[in-house]
DNA sequence: CCGTGTGAACAAATTCACAGCC
DNA sequence: GGCTGTGAATTTGTTCACACGG
């Protein structure tokens, strides 16, 4: 397949798991895989894996599987994992501070480069090794320091208006730990980080599970 | 629709962010409101907020709405958000300290009622309230204490065996924030927090971004 | 006349199944 | 013989459009 526009957002929100499977099996030396073992590694049927992939290329050996070396660099390469990206975070409260301290992020090429808060007791302290400036510089700072993602941990009424400001200085992805749906331009994107309402949609099936 | 069993997952997906919506509305005296505005005000289209809601029953007035108040409780019941849930948390470290301090589970009715760690100079210590035992003592902490729900914040190599020792003990959810795809019975649910996940398929939108 | 509830139409995503190649 | 890549078949999910009640 050729197409390179309109690959459904499900697969692409596939592949990084293929990706960190994919890592995992060639840290333990693993050469070669089938879309077949891939499958059980992570309880997705192999013909998911086989068409997610035949939206980009064509990757495997028939016979044989995927190297699991190039499949990695691949994958990694589509989903512009070859390159650095650049974030910076608001808010620094509990969440804030263990976002900072996460070593997570920077070890898949996402590096925090600057935190901002409104409360003064916190701006110009240092939280896993980021410098906390006041959210009133944030514009200004950006326009000299651009950012290709903003990371949203302030409070659920606060969440919109800082949304607004990082969209305004030219941040085109935001990664949302606020509970509040967020409006933003077409073309920017958001990921929300919700484990409350991963736990409300939980209990609906643990209420009628069997015992 | 008399359907009880058999609802998408996706619809129950959507459901707390429903439920969320109508509180705010709630909190700011909204007495009513119809599909069409609950649906501007989150990004989704009316068609599929009704027919979300048809599955479990006639909640509306035609040429009316939905009564705020009424519809919040009818989700609450729905999901099994009328009752409390207990969750036990293991790994304490930089992410399961943040989590034990953190006060939107408890708002929601999500209490924890213990955590646990294998490191000795944690094992002792109270955070944000909660007691932290030696993770040695989790299953017959589970035997004497039974727990809904078990919170995996260990390392990934260490997840997979937390999570057999929770099923082991009866827990039938698990909200895991460890990056690693865990292997789990049919019947127990899991729910994957993974902000880096949600990062690595956002650059692939931001790589071909228009400028 | 407004807005729900819902079959019917449509669209999207998944799985099947097999030709083709190693 | 084993496993990919992919159209076709199937399943799942979304949107349309309208009858009906307030």
Known sequence: MITVLGVPEVVIDRLPVYAR??????????????????????????????????????????GRGYSVQRLTNELRRILGLDQAWTMVLVGVGNLGRAVLSYKGFTAEGFRIVAAFDAH????????????????????????????????????????????????????????NYAPVALRVPVGTQVKNIEPVLALQSMTYYLKTAAP
Chains 1, 2 share one sequence.
């Open 120 to 175: 003064t007791e916190t701006v110009g302290r240092t939280v896993g090794g980021i410098r906390v400036y006041n959210v009133k510089n944030l514009a200004s700072f950006l326009t000299s320091n651009p950012a290709d993602i903003g990371i949203i941990a302030v409070s659920a009424s606060g969440a919109q208006e800082v949304a607004d400001l990082l969209v305004g200085s030219g941040v085109k992805g935001i990664l």
């Open 21 to 62: 499977t994919l890592a995992e099996l060639n840290r333990k030396g693993r050469q070669v895989v089938s879309s077949q073992e891939l499958g059980e590694e992570l309880g997705v049927t192999p013909a998911q894996i086989r068409k997610d992939l035949s939206y980009f290329g064509r990757f495997g050996k028939q």
